[in-house]
């Protein structure tokens, strides 16, 4: 007979698991002996919560539910900021915890913390496997819940006396699960209103960037000829260089791409999930708003459409440009302000201060990275600069987290693009306050052998908060630091570094990095006394990018 972690294992290797991201504790050591004898890869990591940030950019990127693994109590806990990533993120993922022998208690209450109560308002459910026999069910379920509309974590702990009784018991196939097409009468009362519509404009949101649909969504813009913008998260959906792209909205107002979007008398809203700051704010005396998504809508005080179509996306919106191609007379309305908008968001790109401003800096990696590059970026003040003028040529090349919007991801979300992804160039972005929150994991990716360059900008301070600190009015206070030398840290866990000296020494040093292999952090020093200047006083000032067409 075999034992309860070698059902485990066998029911992850029956759902497609590659890799299980980990971090084991004794409570595992059944489990880790079963993965010995398995075909599943052995991540270890350094932290715990680096290990759920890898599983869940798995999912991210795959659609399938990434995979970590840790021990109980403290490692548990640890995966808690991971669970809400994935959960407000929409990332499948499935999290293994153990847990002391629940069918005797020879150390009492020892670490022994109720990890599934702790786990169940962060996930899509959590729950303790309670028998070997089981095993097959609860997996398959797990699976099947963390993949399917709305994608997120679920927690599974399996006990240490469960993981290693005997057990015998049939795993459970998976099968396909389909989306239901939105009703007829759905795609009649959009269609109704789209016809009407003197200013369309489409959004694409965060659920617009599942893998799945990059095809139907281009082929969607291109059919109806209305011109787009996107969310943080729902960038690339639909290629940046569309000459029907208008930009991101990586504001909740006043940015450039607002002059669109104020003047919109309707708004094809396309997989938005409420979790993202809001893109807009709908008012009363607002654009209308079309919700197509595989979930309805979420109400919320600036988020209320006037019209829904819920179902399989993709069904759906062929069916709306079945109904309306060619026949939208209103389509490009909005078009004549393109061009100045992103003339407007190029504006200093090039410009050879130095330190160097967010605006060339996000120009100079643009110029690095090939159109199927991947750019994975911590959370900080570069976030916006990136989300603003970064141009994305197909869907996940930035991946962004404008959800829980955590500090600390970034470079284990690029450690698990570059497993998916060896043969694309990978590039982490990390503000120095983000990087250092798990720059333990450098060594991970040298110990795997990747090719992983890591941009660490250096402002010492925690700089979005600085800005937030002085546009609120604040004194300047508290949030200064000191940061080690990064070229010799790098160097310390067996990587390569390398500083940026010049404005122009960017480009170059990006391109030795990735010309050299392996995994090479590249520093370079960021003025973000733009933050002010643009993201405040010039949109707040500034005469709307088209008077012309204002005048219309």
């Not at 004794?26 to 010995?36: A, C, G, K």
């Amino acid at each position: 007979m075999s034992k309860g972690s070698d059902l485990f294992v066998a029911a992850l290797e029956n759902e497609g698991a590659e890799c299980i991201f980990a971090l084991p504790g004794e409570e595992n050591l059944d489990v880790i002996e079963s993965l010995r004898h398995s075909k599943i890869k052995l991540v270890l990591t350094r932290h715990e919560q680096a290990a759920g940030f890898m599983a869940a950019t798995y999912g991210r990127l795959t659609g399938r539910a990434g995979v970590c693994l840790t021990t109980l109590g403290p490692g548990a806990l640890n995966l808690t900021t991971s669970a809400a990533y994935a959960h407000l993120g929409a990332m499948p993922m499935v999290m293994i915890t153990g847990q002391k022998a629940i069918r005797s208690s020879r150390q009492a209450r020892f670490q022994i913390v109720d990890i599934v109560a702790t786990m169940r308002p962060l996930t899509k459910m959590a729950t303790q496997i309670g028998s070997a026999q089981s095993i097959p069910t609860h997996v398959r379920d797990a699976f099947r819940i963390a993949q399917q509309e709305r994608p997120g974590p679920v927690h599974l702990e399996l006990p240490e006396d469960i993981a290693a009784e005997n057990a015998e018991a049939a795993l459970v196939p998976p099968h396909a699960v389909d989306v239901p097409v939105a009703p007829q009468s759905a795609i009649d009362r959009a269609a109704e209103l789209i016809a009407r519509a003197q200013r369309p404009l489409v959004m694409l949101g965060a659920a617009a960037s599942r893998p799945r649909l990059a095809e139907p969504l281009s082929t969607f813009v291109r059919r109806m000829g209305i011109p787009f913008f996107n969310t943080q998260m729902g960038k690339g959906a639909v290629n940046g260089g569309s000459n029907l792209y208008m930009g991101t909205a990586a504001l909740s107002e006043r940015d450039w791409v607002h002059e669109a979007i104020d003047r919109a008398d309707l708004i094809i809203s396309i997989g938005h999930d409420t979790i993202e700051k809001p893109p807009f704010l709908m008012g009363t005396q607002g654009p209308q708003v079309i919700h197509i998504g595989a979930t309805p809508a979420t109400v919320e005080q600036v988020y209320f459409p006037q019209a829904e179509i819920i179902g399989e996306v993709g069904a759906g919106i062929a069916l709306l440009a079945d109904r309306l191609e060619g026949r939208l007379p209103n389509a490009a309305a909005l078009l004549g302000l393109r061009e100045a908008i992103l003339a407007r968001l190029a504006d200093r790109a090039e410009e050879d201060r130095f330190p160097l401003t967010p605006q060339r800096v996000v120009h100079d990696v643009r110029s690095v990275m090939p159109h199927d590059g991947i750019v994975t970026l911590d959370n900080g003040m570069y976030k916006i600069w990136f989300a603003r003028n970064y141009r994305t040529a197909v869907a996940n090349t930035l991946l962004l987290d404008n959800a829980l919007a955590t500090m600390g991801a970034g470079l284990p979300s690029a450690i698990a693009a570059s497993l998916l992804n060896p043969k694309r160039r990978v590039l982490a972005v990390c503000g120095d306050g983000g990087f250092m929150m798990n720059s333990q994991e450098m060594e991970t990716a040298v110990r795997l052998g990747l090719n992983l360059v890591v941009l660490v900008l250096e402002d010492n301070a925690y700089g979005m908060i600085r800005w937030k600190q002085e546009v609120d009015g604040f004194a300047d206070f508290g949030l200064r630091f000191g940061n080690p030398d990064f070229v010799a840290y790098a160097k310390a866990y067996g990587a390569k570094g390398s500083r940026v000296s010049s404005a122009a020494g960017l480009v170059a040093g990006l391109e030795a990095a990735f010309g050299g292999g392996g995994v090479h952090l590249v520093v370079v020093p960021v003025d973000y006394s733009e933050n002010i200047r643009v993201l405040v006083h010039e949109l707040r000032t500034a005469k709307p990018v088209s008077d012309a067409f204002s005048k219309q």
